[in-house]
Every structure is written in C-alpha cells, then in structure tokens.
C-alpha cells in the first residue's frame, strides 16, 4: 500500500512504517504538502540514509527518516494522523506489539492503512499454504483475517475493513487492511480497558451508582467480580491524555451461553460526572458499538432507568431503541422501579 490507497489530506502527519528506500514516503509527502510531515521508520541502519538521498535528490523536504522498529516506535504517543506500509507488520514476529505501536503513535480519529499479506478463515491445507507464504516472502506466516481483526480490536482499533486483493493461491492473498483510532474530544483518548485501570474504573463505576438512576447495584463490585463477569475484550474507557486519569469506561458481557445468541451482549457505560459534557460518553459508546460491530456482535441491548434520561438519550443518538417497560422490575433502596429495555440491532452484521 499505501499512498495511493488511504486518503491523505494537505497538512497530515504520516508514519511510513518499514519505510525502506522512501517508495511510500515520497508521494505521501507530495500529497501531505508543506504544511504536512511524513516520517519514514525502518529497522536497517542503511535504509534512513538511502532514504533521505532518495528525499534530497527528489527535492523532498518534508520528510524525516528514523532508524528503529515498528515494535518499538521512536515517536511520542498521538504524534500522526495516518499510519500506512507496504508488506512491512507481515515480516513482523509481534505483531501485536506492532500495532500496539501504531495506535498509540496515531492521535484520537486518526487512521491506520496498510498492505500486507493475509489467508482465508478456512483454510484446507497448511502446508500450501506455508509454500505460498514462502513464495512471495512472508517468512513470518501470515494472519487469517479473522486474526487480523482480532489483534486491531485488542489493539483498541475500530472500524476495521480487511480487502483482498491480489490472490496468491492457497487461501493467501494480499490485502489492503483499514482501520481507526476511535475519535474523541481534544486532551482525551480512547483505549482499551486495562487491568492498571481498575481502581479508577471502579471509582467512576462508583459514582454512576451513587446517583441512584444508574443502576440496581449500590456498591461497585472487586475487581475480579467485576472482570469476570464481563468479556475480556469490548471494553474501553475514556482517558485523560496529560493524567492517564480514566473518566469514563464501556465494557460487556454475553446475554446466554446459547450459540444462538452468540452476537447478542449487554453493555453498561459509566461516564465521571465531572465529565459529562464534552461528548465523551457519545465518543465512547459510538466507539463501542463499531468494535462491538467490528467483533461480529449484532445485538447490544441494556436496561435503563426511566429517570436517567441523559443516559436515554445518549443510546438513542447512537441507535438504540426501546423495547418497552419492565414494571416494578426490582427493588431499589426499598422503592420497586421501572426499567426500560432498550436494543440497538446492528445494520450491518
Ligand atoms: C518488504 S520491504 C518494504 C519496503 C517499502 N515499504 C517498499 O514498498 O519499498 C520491508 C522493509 O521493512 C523493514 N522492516 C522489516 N521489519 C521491520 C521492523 N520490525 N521494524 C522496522 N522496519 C522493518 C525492512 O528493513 C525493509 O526496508
């Protein structure tokens, strides 16, 4: 890929990851403008200084090259608005670490686009496979798509495409993989949920249930209660960029063991009530339910309080309908409420 393939806007900040002699690095730099900055990154030590040749003698000036690795990026975090290569995180042996790297380096919206090589889910025999992936140079083996996916998701991408394009044989194809870092307002970032995160995430969780319109539950649980009652992945929170401090968190759980029900989840959202402007808890539950589309669910339902209507109206902007009331569903401090169940049944799984 890529310069031809992800779109580039006048003034945009460019990572080239495995930038090599400049081949995406130029274009990309012509198409960014004065106003824009592509940085090259390659692992060979050679590489940068062919590279800024290759810059002088095109009379490219826009242009940085760095000597390192895609698993270890020597830039600070949200320093580009598109990361783009050409067969470079196929040759990687961690490429969790390398995408990892990407999102952190790319700032909330900004966008991921690369070419690499990736196999069909099914495939029948791997050892043409293998031969395939030795043929073209995939020495590293390359990820099945559902693979692919799985590691963007876990690596707090959303909005995931994966496209063949030239087939190799074999289930093996070339593939122009697209992804985003989820869009939030400026001095926050969206990422997954960690498990340093929980003390804070509890805390917020507490004062969601401190107000009363949040939930049944009067205490937030312990963190291992809390963690293994949800799933491991679909859960993000809202973070401060200069404090790390977490002011709102999404996470999910299934709804039944049944396969049938198996793109069916439940979701809670709790946004810290210092926070409640901003849009952060829109920028969060549109990022969620992307992933949740993006990781194959088809139904995210929840109950809600008739009297939190703020939280009401949040899921409706974002989709969600509701089904109806479930009177005097439970009691709360000693008072029987209503709840409202509400669903958002995904368009496009
Ligand atoms: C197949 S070449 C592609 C180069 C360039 N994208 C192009 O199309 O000409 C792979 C490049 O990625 C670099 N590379 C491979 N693994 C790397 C890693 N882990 N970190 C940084 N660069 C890496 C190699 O040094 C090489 O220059």
């Known amino acids: 890929m890529a310069h031809d393939e992800i779109v580039l806007h006048e003034g945009d900040l460019v990572l080239v990851l495995g930038s090599g002699g400049g081949i995406d690095v ?79 380096v790319l700032r ?32 590293a083996g390359s990820l099945t798509a559902g693979e692919y996916r799985t590691l963007l998701l876990d690596a707090g991408f959303t909005g995931i495409t994966i496209t063949p394009t030239a087939d190799h044989g074999d289930g093996v194809h070339s593939a122009v993989v697209k992804a985003a870092k989820p869009p939030v307002a400026p001095g926050f970032e969206i990422r997954p949920m960690r498990a340093e995160d929980a003390g804070q995430v509890l805390s917020v969780y507490q004062l969601g249930l401190d107000t009363g319109h949040a939930s049944f539950e009067t205490t937030a649980p312990a963190w291992e209660t809390f963690s293994s009652a949800r799933l491991g992945h679909l859960r ?56 949740s589309e993006d990781a194959g669910v088809w139904t995210v339902q929840s109950g809600v309080f008739p009297e939190n209507t703020a939280s009401l109206a949040l899921h409706q902007a974002a989709g969600f309908r509701v089904l109806g009331t479930r009177e005097r569903i439970g009691r709360h401090h000693g008072v029987w409420r209503d709840v409202l169940m509400i669903e958002r049944r995904s368009p496009a799984i």
């Open 236 to 291: 993000y929170v809202v973070a401060d960029t200069r404090t790390d401090q977490v002011v709102a968190w999404v996470a999910a759980s299934r709804v039944s063991a049944r396969p049938v029900y198996a793109g069916v989840v439940e979701h809670s959202i709790y946004v810290h009530p210092d926070h409640g402007s901003r849009g952060l808890g829109r920028a969060l539950l549109n990022a969620f339910v992307t992933a």
């Open 108 to 139: 909330p919206g900004g966008r991921f686009g690369v070419g690499d090589v990736v196999t069909e889910d099914a495939v029948p025999d791997q050892d043409l496979r293998r031969r395939t992936e030795t043929r073209i140079g995939c020495e």
């Open 26 to 104: 130029l274009p990309s730099a012509r198409r960014v403008g004065p106003t824009g900055r592509v940085y090259g990154l390659d692992a060979t030590s050679d590489m940068p200084s062919l590279a800024r040749d290759n810059a002088a003698q095109a009379g490219v000036t826009n242009t940085e090259f760095l000597h390192g690795t895609i698993e270890h990026v020597p830039l600070p975090g949200r320093a580009v608005d598109v990361v783009i290569s050409n067969r470079v995180v196929d040759l990687s042996g961690d490429r969790a670490a390398a995408l990892a790297e990407a999102f952190r």
